[in-house]
């Protein structure tokens, strides 16, 4: 199905700002990226940024559907909107969609802009968990993933500095949890004696990662954490290998668990992130006996675009207003 108006999908980050220009039939006609991210935007003056970033494709586009998703959503965003509880799927999520009331609106009367809710769910009984941002590529994966309108189950890995597992039925993310390995893994890299001995090489899946994915899937994470400094000092470990044996140690804790938290045994893991993340990830889940399907993590704005095109439907945008 096309959209009969032209649909514009904006993911905005805590870092980052990505922008899309949508085509009716959802390819992108252009795309624009900065580092612009909400927590970089001076004094909170989201309109400014908006205008700057996108404001020549309005004047392009005079009748545009803007979708946002991400951080742009939360409490520390333009507007926030309110969670959608799982299981949820993309018709529940465009029922959560809220119409932004922006300043620069009488200068573009025909454009309407709406924000993205993001997701919840309970980790345990008690235990909230939040994503904002991730729902959209995971979405936007749903046709390489097969589970939209089919019973068909998958589980998604999105690794990051909050990294997500989620799990998908029927088109739907029935659930999901928080890891917050790649945020540990800067702290103790920046601000903890065991980045002290860290030389300049990056992270690489080789065999001192594959040692530490090894340890880390083991168990008692706060015991073998310092192993990347006493191996250090005691000559079986070179300094250049820390950080990968470092990163082994916290990707295979999380993978580890997540695995033993899923309600059921995945044939397959799907991959969505960062290339140079997935590749780690990718190795260590082989390491831990998973099968690994890597996706485009570039398909946030095919989720934008099924959202909108809901949006679109009928008259559900005269409904919601």
């Given at each position: ?29 252009d ?19 908006f ?58 009367p ?7 809710p ?37 589980v998604v ?41 860290m030389?300049?090489?990056p992270?690489a ?6 040692q ?15 192993s ?23 990707i295979?804790?999380e993978v580890?668990?997540a ?12 991959l ?13 889940l ?15 704005a ?12 009928g008259?559900?945008?005269?409904r919601?207003?």
């Amino acid at each position: 199905m096309t959209a009969p108006r032209p649909v514009i999908a904006v993911d905005w980050g805590t870092s980052s700002f990505r922008a899309y220009a949508l085509g009716p039939d959802g390819a992108t006609q252009d795309h624009r990226a900065s580092e612009s991210g909400i927590l970089r935007v001076a004094g909170g003056d989201f309109a400014t940024a908006f205008r700057q970033q996108i404001g020549d494709w309005l004047d392009e586009r005079p009748d545009a559907l803007v979708v946002m998703s991400g951080m742009i959503g939360s409490r520390q965003g333009w507007m926030e909107v309110p969670y959608c509880p799982c299981p949820c799927d993309l018709s529940m999520l465009a029922a959560g969609l809220k119409r932004l009331d922006w300043p620069d609106s009488a200068h573009w009367p025909g454009v309407e802009v709406w924000v993205v809710p993001g997701l919840s769910a309970e980790t345990a009984p008690g235990l909230p968990d939040v994503m904002r941002g991730e729902e959209m590529q995971i979405f936007g994966a749903l046709p390489d993933l097969s589970a939209e309108g089919s019973g068909e189950r998958a589980v998604v890995c999105l690794p990051g500095t909050h990294s997500k597992w989620a799990s998908v039925a029927g088109g739907a993310v029935t659930g999901f949890a928080t890891y917050m390995t790649g945020e540990v893994y800067d702290v103790l890299q920046g601000h903890s004696i065991l980045g002290r001995l860290m030389t300049a090489e990056p992270a690489a899946a080789d065999a001192w990662f594959e040692q530490g994915v090894a340890l880390g899937a083991e168990g008692a994470l706060l015991r073998v954490l310092f192993s990347a400094r006493s191996r250090v000092l005691s000559g079986t470990l070179p300094e250049s290998a820390v950080r990968s044996y470092l990163s082994g140690l916290l990707i295979g804790h999380e993978v580890s668990a997540a695995l033993c938290d899923l309600e059921y045994p995945p044939a397959q893991i799907a991959l969505l992130g960062a290339p140079a993340l997935e590749a780690l990830y990718e190795v260590a889940l082989r390491n831990l006996g998973c099968d690994v399907k890597r996706l485009d993590a570039e398909v946030a704005a095919q989720g934008l675009f099924q959202v909108a095109r809901r949006l679109l439907d009928g008259d559900t945008i005269a409904r919601m207003r």
